[in-house]
Protein backbone atom coordinates (compact mmCIF):
# COMPACT_ATOMS: atom_id res chain seq x y z
CA UNK A 1 0.00 0.00 0.00
CA UNK A 2 2.51 1.93 1.21
CA UNK A 3 4.80 1.61 -2.48
CA UNK A 4 1.00 2.69 -4.26
CA UNK A 5 1.44 5.93 -2.52
CA UNK A 6 4.80 6.62 -2.75
CA UNK A 7 3.92 5.72 -6.72
CA UNK A 8 0.97 8.39 -7.19
CA UNK A 9 2.85 11.06 -5.18
CA UNK A 10 5.56 10.83 -7.98
CA UNK A 11 3.06 10.76 -10.93
CA UNK A 12 1.08 13.44 -9.59
CA UNK A 13 4.21 15.48 -8.77
CA UNK A 14 5.74 14.86 -12.08
CA UNK A 15 1.99 15.38 -13.72
CA UNK A 16 2.18 19.36 -11.73
CA UNK A 17 5.75 19.90 -13.75
CA UNK A 18 4.99 18.76 -17.28
CA UNK A 19 1.49 20.54 -17.00
CA UNK A 20 3.02 24.38 -16.45
CA UNK A 21 4.94 23.94 -20.32
CA UNK A 22 2.28 22.67 -21.71
CA UNK A 23 -0.18 25.05 -21.15
CA UNK A 24 2.30 27.94 -22.27
CA UNK A 25 2.99 25.69 -25.77
CA UNK A 26 -0.61 25.54 -25.87
CA UNK A 27 -1.05 29.23 -25.73
CA UNK A 28 2.29 29.95 -27.99
CA UNK A 29 0.61 27.71 -30.52
CA UNK A 30 -2.85 29.69 -30.38
CA UNK A 31 -0.45 33.02 -31.02
CA UNK A 32 0.89 31.63 -33.90
CA UNK A 33 -2.61 29.90 -35.28
CA UNK A 34 -4.12 33.28 -35.05
CA UNK A 35 -1.15 35.24 -36.77
CA UNK A 36 -1.47 32.75 -39.35
CA UNK A 37 -5.27 32.90 -40.17
CA UNK A 38 -5.11 36.94 -39.90
CA UNK A 39 -2.51 36.97 -42.55
CA UNK A 40 -4.29 34.59 -44.72
CA UNK A 41 -7.87 37.10 -44.25
CA UNK A 42 -5.57 40.39 -45.36
CA UNK A 43 -4.32 38.09 -48.47
CA UNK A 44 -7.75 37.44 -49.09
CA UNK A 45 -9.11 40.74 -48.60
CA UNK A 46 -6.28 41.78 -51.97
CA UNK A 47 -8.10 38.82 -53.88
CA UNK A 48 -11.98 39.99 -52.97
CA UNK A 49 -10.87 43.54 -53.87
CA UNK A 50 -9.05 42.59 -57.32
CA UNK A 51 -11.62 39.63 -57.94
CA UNK A 52 -14.98 41.74 -57.29
CA UNK A 53 -13.45 45.17 -58.50
CA UNK A 54 -14.62 47.13 -55.54
CA UNK A 55 -12.40 48.34 -52.37
CA UNK A 56 -12.18 46.69 -49.43
CA UNK A 57 -11.29 47.56 -45.90
CA UNK A 58 -9.46 45.62 -43.01
CA UNK A 59 -10.44 47.07 -39.97
CA UNK A 60 -9.19 46.48 -36.19
CA UNK A 61 -11.26 46.56 -33.14
CA UNK A 62 -9.42 46.79 -29.76
CA UNK A 63 -9.91 49.01 -26.32
CA UNK A 64 -8.14 48.74 -23.51
CA UNK A 65 -11.23 47.67 -21.13
CA UNK A 66 -11.80 44.26 -20.88
CA UNK A 67 -15.27 43.92 -21.35
CA UNK A 68 -14.78 45.71 -25.01
CA UNK A 69 -14.62 44.42 -28.30
CA UNK A 70 -11.11 42.84 -29.82
CA UNK A 71 -12.56 42.07 -33.78
CA UNK A 72 -10.61 41.85 -36.84
CA UNK A 73 -12.97 42.63 -39.42
CA UNK A 74 -12.77 42.16 -43.75
CA UNK A 75 -15.52 43.89 -45.44
CA UNK A 76 -16.36 46.10 -48.20
CA UNK A 77 -15.38 49.80 -47.38
CA UNK A 78 -18.87 50.92 -49.24
CA UNK A 79 -21.39 49.08 -47.41
CA UNK A 80 -20.13 48.61 -43.61
CA UNK A 81 -22.99 46.55 -43.17
CA UNK A 82 -21.29 43.62 -45.30
CA UNK A 83 -18.84 41.33 -44.04
CA UNK A 84 -16.26 38.92 -45.42
CA UNK A 85 -14.89 37.78 -42.47
CA UNK A 86 -14.84 38.84 -38.44
CA UNK A 87 -12.78 37.28 -36.05
CA UNK A 88 -13.52 37.35 -32.66
CA UNK A 89 -9.82 38.25 -30.76
CA UNK A 90 -10.53 38.50 -27.18
CA UNK A 91 -12.20 34.68 -26.88
CA UNK A 92 -12.47 31.43 -28.10
CA UNK A 93 -9.95 29.57 -30.71
CA UNK A 94 -8.09 33.16 -31.52
CA UNK A 95 -7.77 34.80 -28.15
CA UNK A 96 -4.92 36.79 -27.70
CA UNK A 97 -4.00 38.84 -24.32
CA UNK A 98 -2.63 42.20 -26.32
CA UNK A 99 -2.99 43.39 -29.76
CA UNK A 100 -0.85 46.23 -30.70
CA UNK A 101 -1.87 47.93 -34.13
CA UNK A 102 -0.08 50.35 -36.28
CA UNK A 103 -4.01 51.65 -37.09
CA UNK A 104 -7.43 51.02 -37.23
CA UNK A 105 -8.20 50.03 -40.49
CA UNK A 106 -6.49 49.69 -44.27
CA UNK A 107 -8.17 50.08 -47.52
CA UNK A 108 -7.34 47.59 -50.12
CA UNK A 109 -7.96 48.59 -53.19
CA UNK A 110 -9.33 46.84 -56.66
CA UNK A 111 -5.66 47.47 -58.57
CA UNK A 112 -3.89 45.35 -55.82
CA UNK A 113 -2.25 48.38 -53.31
CA UNK A 114 -3.56 49.42 -50.04
CA UNK A 115 -3.64 52.63 -49.25
CA UNK A 116 -0.80 52.64 -46.51
CA UNK A 117 1.37 49.75 -44.30
CA UNK A 118 -0.25 47.39 -41.19
CA UNK A 119 1.65 46.13 -38.75
CA UNK A 120 -0.49 43.82 -35.93
CA UNK A 121 1.79 42.59 -33.03
CA UNK A 122 -0.39 39.73 -31.37
CA UNK A 123 1.15 38.94 -27.66
CA UNK A 124 0.16 35.96 -25.26
CA UNK A 125 1.73 36.27 -21.25
CA UNK A 126 2.62 32.86 -20.61
CA UNK A 127 2.42 31.41 -16.58
CA UNK A 128 5.62 32.26 -15.70
CA UNK A 129 4.95 35.98 -16.90
CA UNK A 130 6.98 35.85 -20.43
CA UNK A 131 5.13 37.18 -23.25
CA UNK A 132 5.39 35.76 -26.64
CA UNK A 133 4.66 37.86 -29.92
CA UNK A 134 3.73 37.31 -33.19
CA UNK A 135 4.18 40.15 -35.78
CA UNK A 136 1.95 40.40 -39.24
CA UNK A 137 3.51 42.84 -41.78
CA UNK A 138 1.31 44.39 -44.34
CA UNK A 139 2.93 46.04 -47.39
CA UNK A 140 1.24 48.63 -49.28
CA UNK A 141 1.86 46.23 -52.51
CA UNK A 142 -0.24 43.23 -50.98
CA UNK A 143 2.94 41.12 -49.24
CA UNK A 144 1.66 39.76 -45.75
CA UNK A 145 4.21 38.53 -43.37
CA UNK A 146 4.48 36.82 -40.18
CA UNK A 147 7.04 36.96 -37.87
CA UNK A 148 9.01 37.38 -34.24
CA UNK A 149 9.48 40.43 -32.97
Known amino acids: MIEIIIVLI ?9 LRPVGDTL ?3 RVTKTA ?9 GFAIAARL ?11 LQPSARRQFILRQR ?8 V ?8 SIDTLIKSKDSLDIMPNGL ?13 NSGSWYWKVIRVTRAGLVRVGNQ
Open 36 to 44: AVLSADIEQ
Open 78 to 85: TDTSYKYR
Open 10 to 18: VFGITAMIA
Open 114 to 126: ATDTLRLTLGVKS
Open 53 to 63: RQPVRVRIYDT
Open 27 to 29: RRD
Open 87 to 94: RELRTGDF
